[in-house]
Nanobody, 121 residues
Framework: QVQLVESGGALVQTGGSLRLSCQIS????????MGWDRQGPGAGRDMVTR???????TWADFAQGRFTVSRDYFKNVFYLEMNNLKPDDTGLYIC???????????????WGQGTQVTVSS
């Protein structure tokens, strides 16, 4: 069973930086786009970013220019580096991906439990 385990969340001050990690239980090469979502306090879940297998990246407006993503195929880890953090960035950051179902046109989606990021003003 596919498992995604996030880590790296913490309490930081405005302007600080964090690097979140998403450890995947099997080869990154097996998956479709990988990404991060964010669930703010009392809010819905927003997409932060998606990275396609070909390396193209989609960003939410609030993340563009401040956040970067990378992946390590040897360690099977997907990273989100966040800079110049703001109080509005506070939330549960959730790693997500999907995998094509063998012999089918459908995919199964996976999410981790999330890692909490809190930005103090």
């Amino acid at each position: 069973q596919v498992q995604l385990v996030e880590s790296g969340g913490a309490l930081v001050q405005t302007g600080g930086s964090l690097r979140l990690s998403c450890q995947i239980s099997e080869s990154i090469a097996n998956f479709n786009a990988m990404g991060w979502d964010r669930q703010g306090p009392g809010a819905g879940r927003d997409m932060v970013t998606r990275m396609n297998p070909d390396g193209t990246i989609t960003w939410a407006d609030f993340a563009q220019g401040r956040f970067t993503v990378s992946r390590d195929y040897f360690k099977n880890v997907f990273y989100l580096e966040m800079n110049n953090l703001k109080p509005d960035d506070t939330g549960l950051y959730i790693c997500t991906t999907s995998k094509r179902n063998p012999g089918m046109y459908t995919s199964t989606h996976f999410w981790g439990q999330g890692t909490q990021v809190t930005v103090s003003s």
